[in-house]
């Protein structure tokens, strides 16, 4: 099967893993973009000759340009936040997988789609953030949004039935539970970086491990499904299911349940968006349910992972409310991550922003942006910490003049 990508994030787990895809299948590679792992990047370029590449931080171009100066058939770089809207909207791939990490996908996203291309999506900032914006585009410009989070895709193959997805009563989105499932409040007050990153399940980059950790990762995939499949997220029920081999399920109107499983790797989704609607031999070792014995499933615990809840309340009252509740987390993380917080201050500060901020209507990208920025500065100020340092991670790359 022929196909041409452009992959955008391709350096971070999802990108290595959508190339073992790539990979596996012969299929060619237009465009990689990354922001500053300019090592896994080289790699890439000598394996996968792609025609255009973009780097997002200055000092990581300046270094992939001297490494490349004087080579044969290397390919042309782009710089930065401009760069990677210019190769995203580049007519070389029929299809873009962004996976790019935090709100910098989401311009990225909405300009390959009004550039015409499918988009497979990893990023899922993008509908949190923008949804309307990315859903609009996407019926404006008759283009395929296709979902790269596992329990987004398992729905979505859930859905394949046009006739009973008209019937569809209610999504059961699963979540893993994370590293601290069923650990009381204080029992978590002294859990660490290291303890936050040992996922019992999935390899994952660490931003997103974390969010798992505190449930934050559920509640954005929350709003991402409503987005995704036009319904309240009071018709979306989250079902802890510890091994992680059901993915998610539906539940139509005579309650009959359809689920989709396969073994905790992201290259099952990650295929099935680059070739759908079709089926093709995988990477990826089968299921075989007689290892697993029995499947286990919980109800979350709201009252300790607090992050969940935020996110609920966010999409309940809308407009850029998500989009500053996201902001928020992306900045308690990565000062997590730098052990400048602790681990419970992420939800205290992603909680009051869902609980104390305005929302306003979104209708740009800027509305989007200026919402992220405003609760970026709410937590770096939290702990007075100084806004000039502009901490990597914290203040996107979008919103630094």
């Known amino acids: 099967m022929s196909k041409v990508i452009t992959l955008l994030g ?56 001297a490494a490349l100066a004087g080579q044969t058939g290397a390919p042309k770089l782009l710089k ?3 760069g990677l809207r210019e190769l995203a909207a580049m007519d070389g791939a029929g299809t873009v997988l962004n996976a790019v990490v935090g709100i910098a996908g989401l311009d990225a996203s909405l300009t390959a789609i009004e550039s015409g291309h499918d988009l497979a999506l990893a990023n899922k900032e993008s509908l949190v953030t923008g949804g309307h914006l990315v859903t609009d585009a996407v019926k404006k410009h008759g283009v395929h949004l296709l979902p790269v989070d596992s ?120 295929q099935y968006a680059l070739t ?18 029995k499947l286990t499933f919980y109800a979350p615990d709201e009252e300790t992972f607090t992050c969940f809840g935020a996110c609920k309340r966010a999409i309940r009252r809308g407009g850029t409310l998500p989009a500053a509740v996201n902001g928020a987390n992306e900045a308690a993380v990565a000062l997590f991550l730098k052990e400048k917080i602790g681990w419970q ?22 509305d989007v942006l200026e919402a992220d920025r405003k609760a970026r500065a709410y937590v770096l100020e939290r702990f007075l910490l100084d806004r000039e340092e502009e901490e990597e991670g914290i203040i996107p790359l979008a919103q630094k003049s």
């Open 10 to 65: 391709s350096t971070g787990s999802i990108g290595t893993q959508s190339l073992d895809v790539c990979r596996m299948h012969g299929y060619e590679v237009f465009g990689l973009s990354a922001n500053s792992s300019v090592d896994k990047l080289l790699a890439q370029i000598a394996e996968f000759h792609p025609k255009y590449v973009a780097v997002t931080d200055p000092a990581a171009f300046d270094r992939l340009s």
């Open 80 to 82: 930065g936040a401009d």
């Open 151 to 270: 329990e987004h895709s398992a729905i979505f193959q859930c859905l394949q039935d046009q006739h009973s997805a008209k019937t569809l009563e209610k999504i059961l989105l699963t979540a893993s539970g994370g590293p601290f499932f069923g650990m009381s409040t204080e029992e978590l007050r002294t859990k660490t970086k290291a303890d936050a990153l040992k996922h019992p399940n999935w390899n994952m980059g660490a931003k997103i491990t974390i969010d798992s950790a505190t449930l934050m990762n559920k509640g954005l995939e929350l709003i991402e499904a409503a987005w995704l499949f036009g319904l309240p997220e009071d018709k979306i029920q989250i079902v802890v299911q510890r091994e992680s081999i059901i993915h998610s399920a539906v539940q139509f109107a005579d309650h009959s349940i359809i689920a989709q499983l396969g073994v905790p790797d992201m290259r099952i989704p990650i």
């Open 276 to 293: 759908y609607p079709r089926r093709f031999p995988s990477p990826v070792k089968q299921l075989n349910l007689a290892d697993w014995q």
């Open 345 to 366: 201050d992420i939800g205290e500060l992603v909680c009051h922003v869902a609980d104390t901020f305005e929302t306003a209507p979104v209708t740009s990208v800027e």
